[in-house]
């Protein structure tokens, strides 16, 4: 599988003025279900225990992730969607 993931060069993360924050379960459910739109999913479930408290899971058909970029997606600044900072504009969710 291609690599999907990568670092952003650093004059490009300096041009973020903000990164996605996680406020409460909602904002973990809209990260989780724009990422599965994200990969292609034409099929999404969305399982949710106790309000958020003890479970948010997304399962989809999306293209997924091998290891390495699974590894490298928790990295400060890596990303599928940007490349330049002229990126920042052309993204729709």
């Known amino acids: 599988?291609?690599?999907?993931?990568?670092?952003l060069p650093?004059?490009?993360a300096n041009q973020i003025a903000a990164g996605e924050v996680v406020?409460?379960?909602?904002?973990?459910?809209k990260e989780l279900l724009e990422?599965?739109?994200d990969a292609g999913a034409t099929d999404?479930?969305?399982?949710?225990?106790?309000g958020g408290k003890t479970l948010i899971q997304v399962v989809d058909n999306g293209a997924g992730m091998d290891r390495t970029d699974a590894?490298?997606?928790?990295?400060?600044h890596?990303?599928?969607k940007i490349r330049k900072?002229?990126?920042l504009f052309q993204i729709h969710t």
């Open 85 to 87: 900072a002229e990126d």
């Open 1 to 7: 599988m291609a690599q999907r993931i990568e670092l």
């Open 78 to 80: 890596a990303t599928s």
């Open 35 to 37: 990422n599965a739109l």
């Open 71 to 76: 590894e490298l997606s928790i990295v400060r």
């Open 10 to 12: 650093e004059h490009v």
């Open 44 to 50: 999404i479930q969305l399982i949710v225990r106790e």
């Open 23 to 29: 406020q409460r379960p909602a904002s973990v459910v």
